[in-house]
């Protein structure tokens, strides 16, 4: 039997970016909260508007589209409709095709996290689907999501 770590939950001041996110009734289950696999469309959301909004980002007709290939989340307090929150961003490790979100949900007013996780994008040509270089303004973009001051 393999013994799960214990995470600590972080504050705000590990993000760098925060996307706001009203909850809709149907992301809550039966059980009256945010249905866990919400929280990767609350962290995809998030990063791809912020891409979006930096022009770094075409999901119509860039040449470079980023594909999942890990994700992991750590759930700490429940959220439910109709909270609002915020997601916070900071890019955890930056690589030549691939780059590391790392991401946190917070209630509004909240200072510590009610979950935490991480995806990581491979950037790859939108044809061959083979990895590429990031572009020099995604990874300017992506840049300044990272910070040498919070320790991931």
């Known amino acids: 039997m393999v013994k799960a770590s214990k995470a600590t939950p972080q504050s705000r ?5 925060f996307s706001p996110v009203q909850t809709r009734w149907e992301d809550n289950d039966v059980y009256g909260h ?5 929280y990767y469309s609350y962290f995809d959301s998030a990063v791809n ?7 770094a ?3 119509h007709e860039g040449e470079e589209i980023g594909l999942v290939v ?6 700490f307090s429940e959220l439910a409709y109709p909270e609002k929150i915020e997601v916070g961003l900071r890019v955890g490790h930056l690589g030549n095709s691939s780059v590391r ?16 996780g991480f995806f990581t994008h491979v950037y790859v040509d939108r044809e061959s689907r083979r990895p590429k270089q990031l ?6 973009v992506l840049e300044a999501l990272t ?5 991931t």
């Open 13 to 17: 001041a590990h993000y760098i970016f």
């Open 34 to 38: 945010i249905n866990n696999a919400v």
């Open 147 to 151: 910070d040498s001051r919070v320790e």
């Open 135 to 140: 572009s020099a303004r995604l990874r300017k």
């Open 57 to 59: 980002l075409n999901i």
């Open 70 to 75: 890990e994700s992991g989340c750590q759930y």
């Open 101 to 116: 979100y790392e991401l946190a949900l917070f209630a509004k007013g909240e200072h510590t996290a009610a979950a935490q």
């Open 49 to 55: 508007a912020y891409l979006i909004e930096q022009d």
